[in-house]
């Protein structure tokens, strides 16, 4: 069963920022497609970020060019660099990794935008 543990969540102050990662059990070749989504408090889960296994990427427009997507499938990890905070962005990040017959997700890490 693939387990994905994000980390890097925390406090930060409105312009700062914060790098997450996502540790995938395995081998994250296999997977087509990373993502990241979020969850803010009484608010649905949204589509941050997410690549493709040929590096194909797309953002929400909420995040567009602030945030960036990347994936290592030498170490198993992909990330989301997030540059530029706002409060809004407080919410919690969770991890996405789709292959054929599978959608798994991991526990999810909290940020929160705070001065």
């Known amino acids: 069963q693939v387990q994905l543990v994000e980390s890097g969540g925390g406090l930060v102050q409105p312009g700062g920022s914060l790098r997450l990662s996502c540790a995938v059990s395995?081998?994250?070749?296999?997977?087509?497609?990373m993502g990241w989504y979020r969850q803010a408090p009484e608010k649905q889960r949204e589509l941050v970020a997410r690549i493709t296994r040929g590096g194909s990427t797309n953002y929400a427009d909420s995040v567009k060019g602030r945030f960036t997507i990347s994936r290592d499938n030498a170490k198993n990890t992909a990330y989301l660099q997030m540059n530029s905070l706002k409060p809004e962005d407080t919410a919690v990040y969770y991890c996405n990794a789709v292959r054929p017959g599978t959608n798994s997700w991991g526990q999810g890490t909290q940020v929160t935008v705070s001065s």
């Open positions: 395995g081998s994250m070749f296999s997977f087509t497609v």
